[in-house]
């Protein structure tokens, strides 16, 4: 995408440039200047999802007039996903949870119960690791294949919705979810809640980047979450906001027929 364009004009420039060294005098120096653009556009876009710089992904929804919204819970499941699952319940909301294979091998009745609950479920890989960047193509296809294989085995569906860990995208990534023909799901609403302690903190910094149409990233994985979803749904009744399956609000398959 993006990205092709960024390296095909890259070269251009560099071809170019490298003529006038040879042949205007130019000083090498200027060939250093493209790369370092090159570079620092390739390095954001691998850490920006909403750059779109190596392969579309879903961050907002269309409808930015209705107020509407989409929860997404990661790296579940969990021993707190179910008191986030009770929440849901109570306030009549379905979500969508992005969930590692080595949790769903850890916790497969609280996976269950999930998908059981109504809420959707998406491929967050098989082992979430740090060094997911820097695997190789193939690596990577393997993370999300087997991801996907143990969700069949579960619950006897073909999840199409992937979200990469950290939302970190570089050309291997997009190469493998290119050929795992996965919808890639970002978010507009970063929670930070793995970071943040404070509990107003984290609640304020949500609610106020809300807008129409916001996809929210939380995490299953604390009290600490759970306790602000609930100050969350007091928010968003209060402005008058309504919690939508992403399906809906992205207007997408999220499991193969």
């Known amino acids: ?15 170019c440039l490298s003529v006038g060294c040879f042949t205007k005098g130019f000083s090498f120096f200027y060939l250093l200047i493209p790369f370092f653009i ?7 876009g691998a850490f920006e999802i909403r ?15 209705e107020k509407i919204i989409s929860l997404t819970f990661d790296d579940g499941p969990t021993e707190f996903t179910p008191r986030i699952l009770s929440i849901l319940e109570k306030n009549n909301a379905k979500a969508t949870f992005f969930c590692i294979g080595r949790q769903i091998e850890k916790y497969p009745e609280i996976f269950q119960e999930t998908y059981q609950s109504g809420h959707l479920i998406g491929n967050h890989t098989f082992h979430h690791s740090s060094k997911n960047g820097f695997y190789s193509t193939e690596k990577i296809i393997y993370e999300i294949v087997s991801t996907n294989q143990l969700i069949k085995e579960k619950i006897n569906v073909t999840t199409k919705i992937f979200r990469p860990p950290f939302g970190v995208i570089n050309p291997h990534i997009a190469k493998a979810l290119n050929k795992t023909k996965h919808k890639v799901i970002g978010w507009n609403i970063r929670s930070f809640d793995t970071v943040i302690n404070d509990e107003k903190k984290l609640l304020n910094r949500i ?19 759970a306790n602000v979803l609930e100050q969350l ?9 309504k919690v939508v399956p992403l399906n809906e609000l992205l207007k997408i398959d999220v499991y193969e027929n």
């Open 1 to 15: 995408m993006k990205f092709r364009v960024a390296t095909i004009l890259f070269v251009i420039i560099l071809i």
């Open 38 to 44: 090159w570079l620092t556009l390739t390095i954001f």
């Open 51 to 65: 750059f779109n710089y190596f392969l579309k992904a879903y961050h907002r929804g269309n409808n930015h007039s």
């Open 207 to 225: 609610t106020g980047q809300i807008k129409p149409s916001s996809i929210i990233l939380m995490h299953d994985t604390s009290d600490k979450t």
């Open 233 to 241: 749904f007091v928010f968003l009744q209060k402005e008058n906001y």
